[in-house]
């Protein structure tokens, strides 16, 4: 079994920073993308950033320039820095990972809340 372990959101000011982290454990094997995804209400759940294990990056153009993902593989953790937080990256964000057969894990997930 595959835990993902969540933590870091909160409530923030517009214009805010938040760091998101996601350690995963358990019998998982060699992981290749590790990414986030959020989430509204009544919404469907949205990628964010992703890093694949040789380091490419892919972002939403609605976070480009804001955020950045990294993660530290030795710990099997991803990270999520959120810098410029506006009310419109309010949302649920979950963790995901995929190991080398293209089995996915979703964390639990973390609540995101940019308001004055």
């Known amino acids: 079994q595959v835990q993902l372990a969540e933590s870091g959101g909160g409530l923030v000011q517009p214009g805010g920073s938040l760091r998101l982290s996601c350690a995963a454990s358990g019998r998982l094997l060699s992981i290749n993308v590790m990414a986030w995804y959020r989430q509204v209400a009544g919404k469907g759940r949205d990628l964010v950033a992703s890093?694949?294990?040789?380091?490419?990056?892919n972002y939403a153009d609605s976070v480009k320039g804001r955020f950045t993902i990294s993660r530290d593989n030795a710990k099997n953790t991803v990270f999520l820095q959120m810098n410029g937080l506006k009310p419109e990256d309010t949302a649920v964000y979950y963790c995901?990972?995929?190991?080398?057969?293209?089995?996915?894990?979703w964390g639990q997930g973390t609540q995101v809340t940019v308001s004055s």
């Open positions: 995901h990972v995929e190991d080398k057969n293209y089995r996915g894990y």
């Open positions: 890093m694949t294990n040789n380091r490419m990056t």
